[in-house]
C-alpha cells in the first residue's frame, strides 16, 4: 500500500505550547493556507506538567488573540521581592508603579496548551496529525517533503520546529547548537505555605544559585530551588520533613512557613542557543531554538515573541518558505534574543558565586533598583515584555 501523501503550505512539527500556539495564529491569519500540525502524543494535546510565569505583555497579546479569556487557574503577580541571601540589596516591583493590572501571572502550562489545542480543532484549515512525528526532512527547490514515523508523507513550502530542546527538525538540518552547562541542577516542587502569597513572588539569590517562590490558588506556590550537582544527589535522598526544613533554612520566613510540598522534579541548568535559526524552508522556534535558565521566568514569553514575529513576517508572504521571508525572521530576532538572553546569563553568572567582587557590586545593583524609580521600571517593563 501506498504510503498516504498530503499537501500543505506549512508544516509544524510539535504541538505542544509553541507549537499549537503557532498553529492557531497562522491559520487565523492565513485562511487561505492548509497548515499540518505532526503531534507525537496520540490523544489529546500533549500532557504539559510545568507552572509557567506569563509576563504582563505575552498575557495581553493572547487575550488579543482571543485564546486565553479567563484562565480558571490563572493567578496574578503584583509584587516581586529579589533578594541576595547574608546580605542588605533587596529591591521591590509593585504593578501599581508599573500602572499595570499585574506584572505577570502564574499559570497550568496544561491549561494553556488545551486551549490552544481546543483553537486548533476548530479552524478549518489546521489538520492535526496525532501520533505523528517527523522522521525525515527531504529538502527540495522548491518545496520540502515531511516524512512521518508512520510513513506519511507531507509536500510544503515551509516547516517550522516547535519541537523543543530536543529538536528532531533542528537536528534534520544540522543547525548548530550552543550549549553552556552553568553546573546547576534545578529543582521545582509545588509548595503549600501557611498563609496565600497575595500576589507576591519572591527571588532569592544563595550561594548556589537562585530559589524562587510563584505564588498559585489556595496556599500554594511554585518553587524553583538551584543545587550544585553534589547537593542535587543529596537532596533526592531527602524525605518530605527534611526537604521542607532545608528549604525554609535556605529561604527564610518572609513568605511564611512550608508545610507540604509535591514530589520534586530535578533538572539541569543550562543555556542552549541555535547559532541560526533557519535552513532551507525551515525554521525553529521556541525551545528548539533557545532555552533559557529560569532565573528571571522568560522562557515560554521568549517563545511567544517568536511565534508573534514569524506570523507577522509570514502574513503577507506569498511563498512562506523563501529566504527573503525567513531571512527577515532571523534578523528581527536578533535583538531581542541578545536582550534576554544576557539578562538571564548575566543575573545567573552574577548571583550564583559568594565573590566579593561580584557581592558588593550585586548588591549595590539591587539597592540602586530600589531607589531608582526609572531604572527599576526599566528593569520591570524588560522582565514584563515590554518594549519601552
Known amino acids: 500500500m501506498d504510503a498516504k ?3 500543505a503550505d506549512v508544516v509544524i512539527a510539535g504541538g505542544s505550547l509553541v507549537g499549537a500556539l503557532t498553529g492557531v495564529m497562522l491559520a487565523r491569519q492565513r485562511p487561505d493556507w492548509q497548515v499540518v500540525v505532526c503531534e507525537p502524543r496520540l490523544e489529546g494535546p500533549p500532557n504539559d506538567k510545568r ?5 504582563a505583555a505575552s498575557a495581553a497579546r493572547l487575550q488579543r488573540l482571543g485564546v486565553l479569556g479567563e484562565l480558571t487557574d490563572a493567578t496574578p503577580i503584583r509584587h516581586i521581592h529579589i533578594s541576595d541571601k547574608g546580605y542588605l540589596g533587596a529591591t521591590e516591583i509593585h504593578a501599581e508603579q508599573e500602572q499595570v493590572d499585574a506584572l505577570g501571572y502564574v499559570v497550568s502550562a496544561a491549561e494553556l496548551v488545551n486551549r490552544f489545542y481546543l483553537a486548533c480543532q476548530q479552524l478549518d484549515n489546521v489538520t492535526w496529525l496525532a501520533g505523528e512525528s517527523v522522521e525525515q526532512l527531504h529538502h527540495e ?8 514515523a508512520s510513513g506519511v508523507l507531507i509536500d510544503t513550502q515551509l516547516v517550522i520546529g516547535a519541537d523543543g530542546q530536543n529538536s528532531k527538525i533542528r537536528s534534520l538540518c544540522r543547525l548548530p547548537w550552543q550549549v553552556e552547562d552553568y553546573q546547576q541542577i534545578g529543582c521545582i516542587s509545588t509548595v503549600k505555605l501557611d498563609r496565600d502569597l497575595q500576589g507576591w513572588a519572591y527571588e532569592r539569590f544563595t550561594e548556589f544559585g537562585p ?10 506556590a511554585s518553587l524553583v530551588w538551584t543545587f550544585n550537582p553534589e547537593q542535587a544527589e543529596t537532596a533526592k535522598q531527602w524525605s518530605s520533613a527534611e526537604f521542607l526544613t532545608r528549604c525554609q533554612r535556605a529561604f527564610g520566613y518572609r513568605a511564611g512557613r512550608l508545610t507540604a510540598r509535591s514530589e520534586p522534579v530535578f533538572y539541569p541548568l543550562q543555556l542552549k ?14 525551545n528548539a531554538s533557545h532555552a533559557l535558565h529560569p532565573i528571571a521566568g522568560q522562557g515560554f514569553n ?6 508573534e514575529c514569524l506570523v507577522q513576517e509570514l502574513s503577507a508572504a506569498l511563498d512562506p518558505g523563501t529566504f527573503a521571508v525567513l531571512d527577515a525572521y532571523q534578523r528581527s530576532r536578533t535583538r531581542d534574543y541578545d536582550a534576554i538572553i544576557n539578562l538571564t546569563d548575566g543575573l545567573v553568572r552574577g548571583f550564583s558565586n559568594t565573590n566579593r567582587l561580584m557581592v558588593v557590586p550585586r548588591n549595590l545593583a539591587l539597592m540602586t533598583l530600589q531607589h531608582c524609580a526609572p531604572l527599576r521600571s526599566r528593569f520591570a517593563r524588560l522582565t514584563m515584555g515590554m518594549k519601552s
Not at 530559589?211 to 500554594?220: E, K, T
Not at 521568549?302 to 511565534?307: A, I, S
Open 302 to 307: 521568549l517563545g511567544l515573541r517568536d511565534v
Open 273 to 286: 542557543k541555535a547559532l541560526r535559526s533557519t535552513y532551507h524552508r525551515t525554521v525553529i522556534i521556541g
Open 51 to 55: 507552572i509557567i510565569a506569563l509576563a
Open 5 to 7: 501523501q498530503i499537501t
Open 141 to 148: 527547490t522548491d518545496k520540502v517533503q515531511v516524512e512521518t
Open 211 to 220: 530559589m524562587a517562590l510563584l505564588p498559585m490558588a489556595n496556599q500554594q
